[in-house]
């Protein structure tokens, strides 16, 4: 009876703090109506879309700072032609996309806010198709965060729903970058290296990095490397005041092209002396260390050496069929299953050797008959291999279904792909730690830290 007792006096309690949450939460709700009920009318600011912006121009008192988007890049064009900082302007952007403007005006003079003509900040945001909104700026409010603004066709002063006075009061060297090529690499979809007479080209799509449009895989880890690097290079120095065509960049030595979603991205190369050379980024004319010169540039070229190029836990599929025999995994809720739906303990030993299987894509033989196929599982996309006769030298010879011409399996990578699926290709057991896997003895101090806390040290 006394444990009944019990249970119906928790279970009270629990109802009552139920009740009184959802009471305070309705306060607060209608609370939060009535705020919201006597905040004054505002309206959008300005209605653009950040991506079609492609001329912004902030004329502070004194000095006019104008940038353009030239090649998928921020450009400063006035008041010196330089690199942009491309974070810089597109918050600005961004920012005054979402704005919106309160409706009501307040009473006083412009200059009470900071709007005076002589001091006042005007922004010009210009659109590709040559629609621009324009706005002038005062001080920031000394409460609520918001700035005082003037529109045009509109004598009063009123509030912007957050405060964006700094963002557009910076001098030119701070909005000065110094990103050689400022893109994306994880969006990168083309590269082209040229060196004098030498040109070549990567494209990408979604199964990975080819060489040229026609030609074969290209390493995609080799490509990454070259793309991460080249996107965090800086300028060593500008060379203000000269332009790209005096010092005959023109016919530049070398180009190097990266493209992605937000346009080509172009650097062309000067000829290089002991430090470097010079080079131009659009119309800046800027140089480039012989550090950074020697990745921009590379000798060799990436012909893709592995079968397929992933990462092992990308792989969610798996089959291979050589000469009759066939093995299917699949990875289900992180666990691998075979045709059957059974368990295949080995089967990440098997993604771990396919993934580093060697082929020779340097020739191009004839792809002849139709001896099987590997094809590797990448969530939504598929790498397909067809597998062709035998040649000569105990290989095979194989063409992505994805394109590219036919290359060679060579014989030691065949039978890599024979012990798969021989079942020959075993999972590795992990090797103990004693210090983390219960065995050897225990790490000193541990055994009394346990004692002191009434625990009982394993035997």
């Known amino acids: 009876m006394d444990r009944l007792n019990r249970q119906l006096t928790l279970l009270s309690v629990v109802l009552l703090a139920i009740v009184a949450f959802l009471v305070l939460d309705w306060e607060r709700s209608g609370e939060s109506a009535q705020l919201d009920d006597d905040a004054p009318p505002s309206r959008d600011l300005f209605d653009y879309e950040a991506a079609s912006i492609v001329k912004?121009?902030?004329?502070?008192?004194?000095?006019?700072?104008?940038?353009?988007?030239?090649?998928?890049?921020?450009?400063m064009v006035a008041p010196v032609s330089t690199i942009a900082q491309t974070s810089s302007v597109a918050t600005i952007i961004d920012r005054f996309e979402d704005l919106r403007i309160d409706?009501?005006?307040?009473?006083?003079?412009?200059?009470?806010?900071?709007?005076?003509?002589s001091e006042r900040i005007e922004l010009r945001l210009e659109q590709v198709d040559g629609t621009a909104f324009t706005v002038y700026l005062g001080a920031d409010s000394?409460?609520?965060?918001?700035?005082?603004?003037?529109?045009?066709?509109?004598?009063?002063?009123?509030?912007?729903?957050?405060?964006?006075?700094?963002?557009?009061?910076?001098?030119?060297?701070?909005?000065?970058?110094?990103?050689?090529?400022?893109?994306?690499?994880?969006?990168?979809?083309?590269?082209?290296?040229?060196?004098?007479d030498r040109?070549?080209?990567?494209?990408?799509?979604?199964?990975?990095?080819?060489?040229?449009?026609?030609?074969?895989?290209?390493?995609?880890?080799?490509?990454?490397?070259y793309l991460s690097s080249v996107s965090g290079m800086k300028v060593q120095?500008?060379?203000?005041?000269?332009?790209?065509?005096?010092?005959?960049?023109?016919n530049p030595a070398a180009t190097v092209s990266v493209k992605d979603d937000s346009g080509t991205h172009t650097l062309r190369i000067g000829p290089r002396d002991e430090s470097g050379a010079i080079a131009a980024v659009g119309d800046i004319a800027v140089r480039v260390s012989a550090a950074d010169l020697d990745v921009l540039l590379p000798p060799e070229t990436w012909t893709g050496t592995l079968l397929v190029e992933a990462k092992s836990w990308k792989v969610d599929a798996l089959t291979i069929e050589l000469a009759g025999k066939k093995l299917s995994l699949t990875r289900k809720?992180?666990?691998?299953?075979?045709?059957?739906?059974?368990?295949?303990?080995?089967?990440?030993?098997i993604v771990d050797a396919l993934l580093e299987l060697a082929v020779d894509r340097a020739g191009a033989p004839t792809m002849a008959g139709d001896g099987g196929r590997v094809v590797v599982g990448l969530g939504a996309e598929n790498v397909t291999v067809k597998i062709g006769d035998p040649d000569a030298t105990g290989g095979r010879v194989a063409r992505d279904e994805?394109?590219?011409?036919?290359?060679?399996i060579p014989a030691a990578s065949l039978q890599v792909l024979d012990n798969a699926l021989a079942g020959k290709i075993l999972a590795q057991e992990p090797e103990a730690d004693p210090d983390h896997m219960g065995g050897g003895e225990m790490p000193a101090g541990l055994e009394e830290l346990l004692k002191g806390m009434g625990g009982a040290p394993p035997q």
Do not use: C
């Open 56 to 75: 912004v121009t902030i004329q502070q008192p004194g000095v006019k700072l104008q940038f353009e988007r030239r090649e998928g890049a921020w450009q």
């Open 103 to 117: 409706e009501r005006a307040l009473e006083g003079k412009p200059a009470d806010y900071g709007l005076g003509e």
């Open 142 to 196: 000394p409460v609520g965060y918001k700035t005082y603004a003037l529109v045009a066709g509109d004598d009063g002063v009123h509030t912007l729903s957050s405060q964006v006075h700094d963002l557009v009061a910076k001098g030119p060297d701070d909005f000065r970058g110094r990103d050689l090529m400022a893109f994306s690499p994880p969006g990168a979809e083309r590269v082209r290296i040229v060196q004098g």
């Open 199 to 225: 040109e070549v080209v990567y494209r990408h799509d979604e199964t990975g990095w080819w060489v040229g449009d026609t030609g074969p895989r290209a390493s995609d880890k080799a490509l990454s490397e």
């Open 237 to 250: 120095s500008f060379l203000d005041g000269k332009t790209p065509a005096e010092l005959g960049l023109e």
């Open 333 to 349: 809720a992180g666990a691998w299953k075979d045709a059957e739906d059974k368990d295949a303990p080995n089967a990440s030993a």
């Open 402 to 408: 994805a394109g590219g011409p036919a290359f060679t």
